[in-house]
C-alpha cells in the first residue's frame, strides 16, 4: 500500500506533485490545519503530514497519530510542533534549514538599512506631501560593528553579506567553531563583548528555554547608546516591553521588528513608535523561497517514506537515499545485536558501550547507535524505535559510550554492544555478511558464525560432555523441533554457549525443565524479526 501523506497549509503546487511523482497518495487540504477538531478526527489516517506555521502538531494531535511516521515542516522553525511528543511517539520530525536562508538573511540586511536610514518614516512623510529633509538623520552602516546572535545557516549569510558591505562582525554562537568563524571572516565573542561592542545587533537563533528573553533589560544595559536592534529571527527573543523602554530612554536608537511576542500582532506597543520599522513575518516571504521550502520538504518526506532516507530531520540522524542501501543491513546488524542482549537481560541497564571496528567506523554510527537502543529496549517498551529509543534511553538514566577502532581481525568491519548491570556485563558481536544478512561473530566473549533465526534459544553451560544430548532430549520429549544448532566454548572444560534454531517459540515448561538440569546454568528463549 502507498503511504499517505496530509498536506494541512498551503504549499506550492509543485510539491504536491512531487508527492505524487514518487508513488506517495496526497490529500491537499490547506485549510484544514485551522481546524483541530477535524484535524484531529483525521490524522489518524496519514503516514505522513506537511505543515507550515499555520498547523500546531500537539502532543493531542500526535497521541492520535496512530500511523504517523514523519512531520515535514516547510520552513525552519518548528516550534508549532511539540517534538519531545512526536519524539516518545517515534515520529520523526523535518524542516527545510536552507530553502529560506538567503530570503531571510536578505529581510534582515533590508530591515538593517531600513532603520539606519529611517526610510520606512521617510516614505510616509513625502507622500504626504512633506518635504522633512532635515528630520531623517540617517547613520551609515560601513565600518560600524555587527553583532550576530546565532551564526548558524541564516546567521552566517548576514555575515557575509555585512562584510561585503564593509561592516566589521562579530558573533555569538556556542556551536560556532573557531575554524569556521575564521572561514566566514568573524570575530568570535562571549555575548556580553558582543553586547558591549556591537553599533547594530541582528538575532538568528531558534527559540528555546535558553534563547528566550536573550535581549531584555539587563542586556540592553549593557548595550552601546544609540544601538539598533534587528529581530527577524522568532519573537520571544526580545522582550518587547523592555525595548520599548530602551527605545522611550534613547539608549536604543532604532530597532527592525518582522516577529512578535503574540502573532498575528494586530497591535502591540511597538507599534507606531519612532523609527521602529515593523513587518508581518516576511522572512521568508518570497516567491522563490516559498516554492523552494516546499519542493524540499516534498522532496525529503517521500524519500523517506519510500527510501528510508532521512534528511534534515530534528529528533533522528540524517540518512542520504545514497547510504540508506548499504547502511540498511547494518542497522538491521545493530538492532538484532540490541535485541539480543535486551532479551537476554532482566536487571535495569546502567551503561551501554558501542564498539565500531573497520568499516564501520565511517558508516552513519548516530543511526547504527539508534537503532542498537531500539533493539536494546524494545523487550520493555514495544513501540520504541530509532527515533524513540535515544529519549527514553536518557530517560532511564543508560550511559552511553562509543568506541571507534581500526581494522583489527578478518572481518572487514564488525558492531560491538557492550552492556553493564548493576550484576553483570554482557557483550555480543556482529557483522554483515556478503548476502546482507547480519551475523553474531562473538557472544560472552566466544567467537562463532551464527545466523540470526526468527525463534532461537541461547543456553549457557559449562563445557562438560552430553550437552548436545541433553538438549535434544529434552526438546524431543516435549516435540520441539530443532532446526539448527551452533556451539562455542572460551577454551576446553571452560565456558560455553548453544544458539537452538527452532520453527516456533520455545515453550515455557521445556524452559522450566532445561533451568532445573544440573548443567544449563541459563536458558532463554529469543525472537527477532527477521523480514529484509
Given at each position: 500500500?502507498?503511504?499517505?501523506?496530509?498536506?494541512?497549509?498551503?504549499?506550492?503546487?509543485?510539491?504536491?506533485?512531487?508527492?505524487?511523482?514518487?508513488?506517495?497518495?496526497?490529500?491537499?487540504?490547506?485549510?484544514?490545519?485551522?481546524?483541530?477538531?477535524?484535524?484531529?478526527?483525521?490524522?489518524?489516517?496519514?503516514?505522513?503530514?506537511?505543515?507550515?506555521?499555520?498547523?500546531?502538531?500537539?502532543?493531542?494531535?500526535?497521541?492520535?497519530?496512530?500511523?504517523?511516521?514523519?512531520?515535514?515542516?516547510?520552513?525552519?522553525?518548528?516550534?508549532?510542533?511539540?517534538?519531545?511528543?512526536?519524539?516518545?511517539?517515534?515520529?520523526?520530525?523535518?524542516?527545510?534549514?536552507?530553502?529560506?536562508?538567503?530570503?531571510?538573511?536578505?529581510?534582515?540586511?533590508?530591515?538593517?538599512?531600513?532603520?539606519?536610514?529611517?526610510?520606512?518614516?521617510?516614505?510616509?512623510?513625502?507622500?504626504?506631501?512633506?518635504?522633512?529633509?532635515?528630520?531623517?538623520?540617517?547613520?551609515?552602516?560601513?565600518?560600524?560593528?555587527?553583532?550576530?546572535?546565532?551564526?548558524?545557516?541564516?546567521?552566517?549569510?548576514?555575515?557575509?553579506?555585512?562584510?561585503?558591505?564593509?561592516?566589521?562582525?562579530?558573533?555569538?554562537?556556542?556551536?560556532?567553531?573557531?575554524?569556521?568563524?575564521?572561514?566566514?571572516?568573524?570575530?568570535?565573542?562571549?555575548?556580553?563583548?558582543?553586547?558591549?561592542?556591537?553599533?547594530?545587533?541582528?538575532?538568528?537563533?531558534?527559540?528555546?528555554?535558553?534563547?528566550?528573553?536573550?535581549?531584555?533589560?539587563?542586556?540592553?544595559?549593557?548595550?552601546?547608546?544609540?544601538?539598533?536592534?534587528?529581530?527577524?529571527?522568532?519573537?520571544?527573543?526580545?522582550?518587547?516591553?523592555?525595548?520599548?523602554?530602551?527605545?522611550?530612554?534613547?539608549?536604543?536608537?532604532?530597532?527592525?521588528?518582522?516577529?512578535?511576542?503574540?502573532?498575528?500582532?494586530t497591535e502591540n506597543p511597538l507599534f507606531n513608535m519612532p523609527n521602529v520599522v515593523?513587518?508581518?513575518?516576511?522572512?521568508?516571504?518570497?516567491?522563490?523561497?516559498?516554492?523552494?521550502?516546499?519542493?524540499?520538504?516534498?522532496?525529503?518526506?517521500?524519500?523517506?517514506?519510500?527510501?528510508?532516507?532521512?534528511?534534515?530531520?530534528?529528533?533522528?540522524?540524517?540518512?542520504?537515499?545514497?547510504?540508506?542501501?548499504?547502511?540498511?543491513?547494518?542497522?538491521?546488524?545493530?538492532?538484532?545485536?540490541?535485541?539480543?542482549?535486551?532479551?537476554?537481560?532482566?536487571?535495569?541497564?546502567?551503561?551501554?558501550?558501542?564498539?565500531?571496528?573497520?568499516?564501520?567506523?565511517?558508516?552513519?554510527?548516530?543511526?547504527l547507535i539508534s537503532a542498537a537502543l531500539a533493539g536494546l529496549i524494545r523487550p520493555?517498551?514495544?513501540?520504541?524505535?530509532?527515533?524513540?529509543?535515544?529519549?527514553?534511553?536518557?530517560?532511564?538514566?543508560?550511559?552511553?559510550?562509543?568506541?571507534?577502532r581500526d581494522k583489527s581481525g578478518v572481518f572487514d568491519g564488525y558492531i560491538k554492544?557492550?552492556?553493564?548491570?548493576?550484576?553483570?556485563?554482557?557483550?555480543?558481536?556482529?557483522?554483515?555478511?556478503?548476502?546482507?544478512?547480519?551475523?553474531?561473530?562473538?557472544?560472552?566473549?566466544?567467537?562463532?558464525?551464527?545466523?540470526?533465526?526468527?525463534?532461537?534459544?541461547?543456553?549457557?553451560?559449562?563445557?562438560?560432555?552430553?550437552?548436545?544430548?541433553?538438549?535434544?532430549?529434552?526438546?524431543?520429549?516435549?516435540?520441539?523441533?530443532?532446526?539448527?544448532?551452533?556451539?562455542?566454548?572460551?577454551?576446553?572444560?571452560?565456558?560455553?554457549?548453544?544458539?537452538?534454531?527452532?520453527?516456533?517459540?520455545?515453550?515455557?515448561?521445556?524452559?522450566?525443565?532445561?533451568?532445573?538440569?544440573?548443567?544449563?546454568?541459563?536458558?532463554?528463549?529469543?525472537?527477532?524479526?527477521?523480514?529484509?
Open positions: 500500500m502507498a503511504p499517505r501523506v496530509l498536506v494541512s497549509d498551503k504549499l506550492s503546487p509543485t510539491a504536491v506533485q512531487i508527492f505524487k511523482d514518487r508513488g506517495v497518495e496526497v490529500d491537499y487540504l490547506p485549510d484544514l490545519g485551522k481546524d483541530k477538531e477535524k484535524l484531529l478526527s483525521v490524522i489518524d489516517q496519514y503516514d505522513g503530514l506537511a505543515i507550515r506555521s499555520a498547523t500546531k502538531v500537539t502532543e493531542k494531535l500526535i497521541n492520535n497519530a496512530t500511523n504517523l511516521k514523519v512531520v515535514g515542516r516547510a520552513g525552519i522553525g518548528v516550534d508549532n510542533v511539540d517534538i519531545p511528543a512526536a519524539s516518545r511517539r517515534g515520529i520523526i520530525v523535518m524542516n527545510t534549514p536552507f530553502g529560506n536562508s538567503i530570503t531571510t538573511a536578505e529581510h534582515a540586511i533590508a530591515m538593517l538599512f531600513a532603520v539606519a536610514r529611517q526610510i520606512p518614516e521617510a516614505n510616509t512623510s513625502t507622500h504626504g506631501g512633506k518635504w522633512e529633509k532635515n528630520r531623517f538623520m540617517g547613520v551609515e552602516i560601513t565600518g560600524k560593528t555587527l553583532g550576530v546572535i546565532g551564526c548558524g545557516n541564516i546567521g552566517s549569510v548576514v555575515a557575509m553579506r555585512a562584510i561585503g558591505l564593509k561592516m566589521h562582525v562579530v558573533a555569538f554562537d556556542p556551536f560556532l567553531s573557531a575554524e569556521r568563524a575564521s572561514e566566514l571572516g568573524v570575530e568570535k565573542v562571549e555575548l556580553d563583548e558582543l553586547f558591549k561592542r556591537a553599533d547594530f545587533i541582528t538575532l538568528h537563533t531558534p527559540l528555546t528555554d535558553k534563547t528566550r528573553g536573550v535581549i531584555d533589560k539587563d542586556a540592553i544595559a549593557k548595550m552601546k547608546k544609540g544601538v539598533r536592534i534587528i529581530n527577524c529571527a522568532r519573537g520571544g527573543l526580545v522582550v518587547e516591553a523592555d525595548l520599548v523602554e530602551g527605545l522611550k530612554s534613547g539608549k536604543v536608537a532604532g530597532a527592525g521588528i518582522d516577529v512578535f511576542e503574540t502573532e498575528p500582532a515593523c513587518t508581518p513575518h516576511l522572512g521568508a516571504s518570497t516567491s522563490e523561497a516559498q516554492e523552494n521550502v516546499a519542493i524540499q520538504v516534498a522532496e525529503q518526506m517521500a524519500d523517506y517514506l519510500t527510501k528510508g532516507a532521512v534528511t534534515n530531520a530534528i529528533n533522528m540522524p540524517s540518512i542520504s537515499a545514497e547510504e540508506a542501501p548499504r547502511l540498511k543491513p547494518f542497522i538491521k546488524l545493530a538492532e538484532v545485536l540490541g535485541a539480543f542482549v535486551g532479551q537476554v537481560t532482566d536487571e535495569a541497564i546502567e551503561e551501554v558501550e558501542i564498539l565500531f571496528d573497520g568499516s564501520t567506523t565511517e558508516m552513519n554510527r548516530r543511526a520493555q517498551v514495544a513501540d520504541v524505535n530509532m527515533v524513540s529509543a535515544p529519549i527514553m534511553a536518557k530517560e532511564r538514566g543508560i550511559i552511553l559510550s562509543e568506541v571507534k554492544l557492550t552492556v553493564k548491570t548493576s550484576e553483570k556485563t554482557r557483550t555480543i558481536a556482529g557483522t554483515v555478511f556478503s548476502d546482507g544478512k547480519p551475523r553474531f561473530i562473538q557472544i560472552k566473549g566466544i567467537n562463532l558464525d551464527a545466523e540470526v533465526g526468527q525463534h532461537m534459544l541461547y543456553t549457557t553451560n559449562y563445557d562438560v560432555p552430553g550437552i548436545i544430548g541433553l538438549l535434544g532430549s529434552i526438546c524431543a520429549k516435549h516435540q520441539v523441533n530443532i532446526a539448527n544448532f551452533q556451539l562455542g566454548r572460551n577454551r576446553p572444560g571452560g565456558d560455553a554457549i548453544a544458539l537452538l534454531y527452532l520453527d516456533a517459540p520455545f515453550p515455557p515448561e521445556v524452559l522450566r525443565e532445561l533451568r532445573a538440569t544440573d548443567v544449563i546454568l541459563s536458558a532463554k528463549p529469543l525472537s527477532f524479526d527477521v523480514a529484509a
